[in-house]
């Protein structure tokens, strides 16, 4: 499948998956920290973050010889999907918290609560439909097509 | 799970709820339509459809009484969700479109192609670690955990 949604979820269209994606972003990088935070079976844990490794999100660098210890590190791949994490929280903490949201992002200096939007970086305009349309481009020329 | 990333998961968190909400976000409505974009087998759309209508995503709307027919239209919460496909599209583009990008979202006035970023609507800057830091809330009370 040619559309950017359908190959983003070749690699990641699974639970677990954004989840073990979740937590890297958050500076974890040890099996048995995924295993705590995630309470997944580790034969189910190994598997996917084996897919995330072949996927080119997460590579394994090895931090002790005697016994072989191998972490788990997010590729530049891996670390920009934090847009797309971030945009599920913040869907998550609008509709999906009714006692109040349990995990907020904040200004480092000011400490004030995030309200994270996307804009498009070339107009400086949020991402509406009025403002926006997709457009489907013949890949191997480049050409757009008619809509 | 108290995380919106897992209770928007919940939700969505499957390949072909996400792909529905996509072309449910680009127009589509009727059953014939998402099974003709998304190659699926009827019954597998029937209970996906099923399931976004039950997470409030997705709402019947009856086009033909005769005979009975329904749509399916997004509700606020299931437009709401535009961000998180729009970041995985930005995502897929950048990484995973070697060919050329296949999908794009244009400004209707000018045809320049968009760059969608996420950014802070309270203080305008950009969602980056160096800047914002996650955390945790007691959502009983509302108050701070220590990190």
Known sequence: MQCPVARSLERV???WSILILRDA????????AFQKS??????????RLRALVEAGLLERRRYSERPPRDDYVLTPCGRD???VVIAMM?????????EGRAVTLVDRE???EADPILIDAVSGRPMSDRIFRL??????TGER???
Chains 1, 2 share one sequence.
């Open 81 to 83: 999907f934090q847009p």
């Open 38 to 47: 995630l309470d997944i079976a580790p034969n189910i844990l190994a598997r």
């Open 25 to 32: 972003l958050n500076g974890v990088t040890r099996f048995e």
């Open 145 to 147: 097509e008619r809509q």
């Open 13 to 15: 269209g699974e639970w």
């Open 110 to 112: 000011t400490g004030i």
């Open 90 to 98: 913040a869907w998550g903490n609008r509709h999906f918290a009714p």
């Open 135 to 140: 457009t489907r481009n013949a890949p191997a």
